[in-house]
């Protein structure tokens, strides 16, 4: 129905071999907020949001994508999500805009000219457009990679460390940028990090993960209040 959470996992599972990367966890994003996963190193995040975007079948569970079964469609969920990670590299032999039209393609993006040219205006790309993604400043390249990940204009963004490989500046203006987009558009964010003045900034409900499960969950003010600031990171790190 239209009261549908654009998230909903249940009895999420990924074993690999002797390791559950992911142990049993159940969690919904309602449409239109920000909620952060919060967790160290092996906690699980990556491994969930791969397995929201499909790129990673679970070994049990189920996830809805705005009460659509992600898992057994996930070809009809795939073009209203996207995402944002510094570990994927795009070609970086191919311009921008092409880059920008491969992507646009694998998502099914129907304008796909008018769309990247209103990408460019928004991220100043005009001057950059055909020039190989290689070739770029590391400030360029942000503004490439926050393209690609709005060329669908997903409603729902998955961001796995957004800012872990910027400068503060450019993390604050990939922030902002990304939080006028939900505004504009009401898209629903989640945000995989392992630090939690970042997850505070952006998120209005954090889910805290170590070791594969879910170990805390509430606003972020709320569990400050809980933990006390300095020793939350002692819950999920
Ligand atoms: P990080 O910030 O280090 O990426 P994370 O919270 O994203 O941490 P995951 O990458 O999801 O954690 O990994 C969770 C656990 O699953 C780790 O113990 C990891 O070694 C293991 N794991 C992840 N992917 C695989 C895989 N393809 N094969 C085997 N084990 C894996």
Redesign the pocket.
């Known amino acids: 129905g239209s009261q549908a959470p654009a998230i909903r996992v249940q009895g999420l599972v990924k074993q690999?071999?002797a390791?559950r990367?992911v142990d049993g966890i159940d969690f919904e994003v309602p449409a239109g907020t920000v909620t952060g996963l919060l967790?160290g190193?092996?906690?699980?995040?990556?491994?969930t949001i791969a397995m929201l975007l499909g790129l990673v079948l679970p070994s049990l569970g189920r996830i809805e994508i705005f009460g659509v079964d992600a898992v057994a469609d996930r070809y009809r969920v795939l073009p209203s999500m996207n995402f944002e990670s510094p570990y994927v590299e795009m070609p970086l032999r191919l311009t921008v805009r092409q880059n920008l039209t491969v992507y646009g393609r694998l998502y099914g993006v129907a304008d796909l000219k008018a769309r990247i040219a209103e990408l460019a205006g928004d991220l100043e790309l005009g001057e950059i457009l055909d020039r190989p993604t290689g070739k770029l400043s590391a400030g360029q390249k942000t503004r490439v990679s926050l393209a690609k990940a709005l060329i669908n204009a997903p409603r729902i963004l998955l961001l796995d460390e957004p800012t872990a490989s910027l400068d503060p500046d450019t993390a604050d203006w990939v922030r902002s940028h990304l939080e006028r987009y939900r505004t504009a558009k009401g898209a629903t964010i989640l945000l995989?990090s392992?630090n939690m003045s970042e997850v505070e900034r952006l998120c209005t409900d954090v889910v805290m993960?170590k070791a594969?499960r879910i170990v805390g969950r509430g606003s972020p003010e709320a569990l400050i209040r809980q933990y006390g600031r300095t020793n939350m990171e002692e819950v999920f790190l």
């Open positions: 690999y071999g390791v990367a967790g190193n092996g906690a699980g995040k990556t491994t995989a392992h993960m594969g």
